[in-house]
Each structure stands twice: as C-alpha cells, then as structure tokens.
C-alpha cells in the first residue's frame, strides 16, 4: 500500500511525502489538513501542513 501526500501549486501537484507499507491498513480519515489512518501499531496521523 502507498500513500502520496502532496498539494496543488501553481496548476502542478507537488508530493511532499511518500509513505510504504507492506500491510494494508484499517480506515482512512481526511481531517481539516490531516490525514489519519489505523494501523496495527495503533494511529497514525500526518499533517499536510507540516510535511515539507
């Protein structure tokens, strides 16, 4: 399972994280500038605005 995370500048995305893992995971939520998602080490969370 991968999951990019980027953001749209000037009419180009732009990835700013990429995270792998070998497992697929439980839900997925998009929250305000955060992504979270269950995992079996508990939850994870990114924030969009703190990923450079």
């Known amino acids: 399972m991968k999951l990019n995370i980027g ?3 000037d009419e180009k995305i732009v990835i700013n994280k990429r995270v792998k ?3 697929g ?3 997925i ?3 305000g500038n955060s992504i979270q998602f269950k995992s079996d080490s508990g939850i994870i ?3 969009i605005d703190d990923i450079k």
């Open 7 to 9: 953001k749209v500048k």
């Open 25 to 27: 995971t439980g839900d």
């Open 29 to 31: 939520k998009f929250s």
């Open 45 to 47: 969370e990114y924030k």
């Open 21 to 23: 893992w070998d497992k």
